[in-house]
């Protein structure tokens, strides 16, 4: 196999995985001499975007892609966590002036007890642009309250490195019994994974059925509330009340409306 220039390289990674990092995609091989990108909006029916076999096997050598814990046939694969850095490298080399168009915050964050002072891009949240809007009272869609509530289940996500597969059947999470089916093997997660995965299946359970694919899908997935009700067969704003909803019960469990004792 010819070796690929770095710069031919780099636009490749930017061309897969401008696609491949998004919410609900995975890649399959589809012939001898390609792989394919995989996405829920056409219920992985047909790929969106086809990879030659020699790029993805560079994708393999360096470690920018993982195949998935379970077993599958064919196997499913998502990007790594050096692909998902190697990426994030290349777009802001790529967009020196994306800075500009941030608005920027700082929030303090408990992280494992201690507080945690973090900047963070209120536009790259779904509930950050919620916030932001006004409703027909003049009050902002959602409150601080339940921003704070969605962004410590998005934390926890994170820390508990679940990926779209995982949380797209997010009653997986659920069972404190230990009914469900466990997400990955605890012997490869670091302890503060499997803490973060016990506190995220409690709040999704405390928070329902009923309501937590939305929560799940805005939150962690950072859905919009038109994309969601579009898969769901929902009328207009019916996915905000319903996140409303969650996210109230959301707070009631990490009792973030009630004062310190």
């Known amino acids: 196999m010819t070796a690929m220039p770095e710069r031919e390289f780099e636009r490749e990674v930017r061309r897969v995985f401008r696609r491949f990092v998004e919410p609900q995609c995975c890649a399959k091989r589809v012939n001898d001499k390609e792989f394919g990108l995989f996405v829920s909006r056409n219920a992985w029916r047909k790929p969106v975007l086809r990879i030659r076999q020699d790029l993805w096997t560079l994708f393999e050598r360096r470690d920018l892609v ?15 966590e050096a692909g998902h850095a190697y990426w994030r490298r290349l777009h802001a080399a790529a967009d020196p002036f994306r800075a500009q168009h ?4 700082r929030r303090t964050i408990s992280l494992d007890g201690a507080p945690f002072v973090a900047e963070t891009n ?24 339940q921003v704070e509530a ?8 994170t820390l508990a490195q679940l990926n779209p597969r995982v949380t797209a059947d997010w009653s997986m999470a659920l069972g404190p019994d230990g009914s ?26 405390a928070v329902g059925m009923g309501l937590s694919g939305v929560l799940v899908e805005v939150c962690c997935n950072q859905r919009g509330l038109e994309e969601i009700e579009r898969s769901f067969g929902w009328p207009q704003r019916a996915a905000k009340v319903v996140l409303q909803i969650a996210l109230d019960r959301l707070a009631e469990h990490y009792r973030i409306d009630r004062p310190p004792r």
């Open 180 to 205: 469900g089916r466990r997400l990955r093997d605890p012997a490869e997660a670091t302890d503060r994974a499997l803490a973060a995965r016990e506190r995220f299946a409690r709040a999704v359970g």
């Open 102 to 105: 941030q608005l920027r915050g």
């Open 122 to 145: 209120e536009t790259e949240t779904t509930l950050g642009w919620l916030a932001r809007r006004k409703g027909a009272g003049g009050k902002p869609l959602v409150s601080a309250i």
């Open 150 to 157: 969605g962004e410590r289940l998005r934390r926890d996500f």
């Open 66 to 80: 993982r195949a998935a814990d379970e077993a599958a046939s064919p196997t499913v694969w998502y990007p790594s």
